[in-house]
């Protein structure tokens, strides 16, 4: 026998993985855990016998509830289910698969529509941070088709859009975890910045590479992904992050001069893989890079003037624009960040996982 557990199976932005009602799953957070490694298939590079898809954003799970804190309409917590490891890590945002939080939230009834489109506030608890999503609801159901576009999906979807609220200091201690916008670690030029994503970005030139390589370019350069993960542990401790061997943060970017019209070129490594396009706040996060004076990317970065800053954040295909508002008391204070994104409900049902993992609330598959 096997335990069945619903869950709707949903891409968010350019991720996609099962969501679950958080009362579906169990309540401790090792057995929890377990059950999440079973879902997706992990520890194994293939995931061949779960829902993941071997690799690291087709391997992501969404946990939702209704709110318990007050303003707030929905909390939900972020699972990044390492491919090969037997490692579940919440402590990270994820702001493609936050796309999809909402639309789950209508389809399994923990919201109701509010008309032509629906606003709610949700609360991401694996760090405290809260944005406003907009989704459209006709007739009272979730739209999914649409012309929106985003680059790393085919196609074209009903858009999403989110407002974040508070993201400066997400995991880290501030914004500039370091106290610097600047600093030097392993004899490279670096910003450690969090605005959303703990992030460490660095010019490729610095390491004899251009930042346009392809995703299997970089993939395949073991020296490069060997440097850099050195980079990344020793600029985790400066960040004050300690150890984070087994932590899928801080994110590494390197960053070159746009090439294709945008505001600066990247390529991001999540950590160990290079990403085929960019995260929504490790976007975020860069887009907040270009508009501090001092940061590595002055001299690269194509910032466009005025109070409302669109940042075209380009990556291996295509780009990412995000809206930043700057306060015009204080040109290095980012006070919104706005985006859009799109999301689609893939397949609905159970999930089956072995009855030996958990036997369900009540005691039997």
């Not at 829902?51 to 929905?74: F, H, W, Y």
């Not at 400066?238 to 070129?265: E, R």
């Not at 996060?285 to 003037?305: F, N, R, Y």
Request: charged share 20%; proline share 7%; net charge negative.
């Amino acid at each position: 026998m096997q335990t069945a557990i619903p869950c709707l199976f949903m891409r968010g932005g350019t991720s996609r993985g099962p969501f679950f009602r958080e009362s579906d799953l169990p309540a401790d957070v090792a057995t929890r855990d377990t059950v999440l490694l079973a879902a997706l298939g992990s520890p194994d590079r293939r995931q061949i016998d779960g829902l993941g898809g071997a690799n690291p954003l087709t391997s992501k799970v969404g946990i939702v509830r209704r709110a318990k804190e007050q303003g707030v309409d929905l909390e939900w917590q972020f699972a990044q289910v390492m491919v090969d490891q037997a490692i579940v890590d919440t402590t990270p945002n994820c702001g493609n698969m936050l796309a999809a939080v909402l639309p789950f939230a209508l389809e399994v009834g923990l919201v109701r529509p509010q008309g032509e489109t629906t606003t709610m506030r949700v609360l991401t608890l694996n760090t405290g941070m809260s944005c406003d999503i907009t989704v459209q609801t006709p007739g009272g159901r979730v739209e999914y088709e649409g012309r929106a576009r985003i680059d790393g999906v085919p196609g074209g979807a009903a858009p999403i859009t989110i407002n974040f609220l508070d993201t400066a200091g997400s995991v880290c201690s501030g914004l500039l975890p370091t106290g610097k916008v600047r600093d030097c670690v392993d004899g490279l030029e670096v910003t450690c910045i969090d605005n959303g994503m703990p992030l460490v970005m660095l010019r490729a030139s610095d390491v004899g590479r251009t930042g346009y390589e392809t995703v299997d370019q970089m993939n395949a350069d073991t020296e490069l992904k060997a440097r850099v993960e050195a980079l990344r542990l020793n600029a985790a401790v400066a960040m004050g992050l300690g150890d984070v061997s087994k932590k899928t943060y801080p994110k590494m970017c390197l960053i070159a001069p746009p090439k294709d019209g945008g505001s600066i070129a990247t390529r991001c490594f999540i950590p160990h893989v290079c990403h085929d396009a960019i995260g929504v706040l490790a976007a975020v996060t860069v887009g907040t890079a270009c508009v501090l004076d001092g940061s590595i990317t002055e001299g690269i970065a194509q910032v466009p003037p005025g109070e409302v800053k669109p940042i075209s954040v380009e990556h291996p295909t295509g780009e990412f624009t995000v809206e930043l508002g700057i306060d015009p008391a204080n040109p290095q204070n980012v006070t919104r960040a706005a985006l859009l994104r799109t999301a689609r409900l893939l397949m609905r049902g159970d999930v089956l996982i072995p009855s030996a993992v958990w036997r369900g609330h009540d005691g039997h598959p």
